[in-house]
């Protein structure tokens, strides 16, 4: 079976320093990865996706990064945090190659900011 | 704009009292629609996928319907654990990345 991992579950980071989040997940391979943002009462907002390694597709216009730099290895970067970077991050998995198929979450990061 | 949109934001229900939530969707060629469940401070967690028109599908006291512009979620019957946030989401156009665009969700409290 597939299972996804997130870390760490929670990060309080001052403004203006680093950011690495990492996601795995195990049981497949080649799979479609995102990485998703959801704010206080807000709904999911894709940030980025990869359909293989080194591929990385930005959706949304941030000092945010993503890297992949293994098959199942998903990262989200930033070099200086925001205020407004704060919020519950979640990675996702698809299976590579098929379209319009569900994706599984990981149990998220819960980023603040201060 | 492509967009999908859930009613009623929040839902209050007494324990047996059947509802249903609604996701609306306005997008080119929609490919897949899909229906979430999200405890607070976990990750979402898959229930369904529509394809068509037409389709249902059901999962103990869930089941889900879709028409050409809107689906639904129907509750029987819940249960106090049925409490949680649903979210709708959609997948369409040429692409084959599966890129879905959520709704806001539908906050759905059980009661006793």
């Known amino acids: 079976s597939q299972t996804i991992h997130q870390w760490p579950a929670t990060l309080v980071q001052p403004v203006g320093s680093p950011l690495s989040l990492e996601c795995t997940v195990e049981?497949?391979?080649?799979?479609?990865l995102y990485w998703y943002r959801q704010a206080a009462g807000r709904g999911l907002q894709l940030l980025f996706y990869?359909?293989?390694?080194?591929?990385i597709s930005s959706e949304v216009p941030q000092n945010l990064s993503a890297s992949r730099p293994q098959d199942r290895q998903f990262i989200l970067s930033s070099k200086k945090l925001l205020l407004s970077d704060s919020g519950f991050y979640l990675c996702?998995?698809?299976?590579?190659?098929?379209?319009?198929?569900?994706?599984?979450f990981g149990p998220g990061t819960r980023l603040t900011v201060l | 704009e492509d967009q999908v949109t859930q009613s009623p934001e929040a839902l209050r229900l007494q324990e047996g009292e059947s509802s249903s939530l609604n996701c609306s969707y306005t997008v080119s060629g929609l490919r897949g629609l899909f229906w979430y469940r999200q405890d607070p401070g976990k990750g979402p967690e898959f229930l369904f996928t529509l394809y068509s028109a037409g389709e249902e599908k059901e999962k103990e006291r869930l089941k889900a319907t879709l028409t050409k512009k809107e689906s639904f979620l129907h509750i029987t019957a819940p249960k106090p654990e049925d409490s949680a946030t649903y979210l709708c989401?959609?997948?369409?156009?040429?692409?084959?990345?599966?890129?879905?665009?959520f709704g806001q969700g539908t906050t759905l409290q059980v009661k006793p």
């Open positions: 049981g497949t391979s080649n799979p479609n």
């Open positions: 989401a959609v997948t369409f156009g040429s692409s084959n990345t599966g890129k879905l665009i």
């Open positions: 990869s359909v293989g390694i080194g591929q």
């Open positions: 996702a998995w698809s299976w590579g190659g098929l379209p319009a198929d569900e994706q599984f």
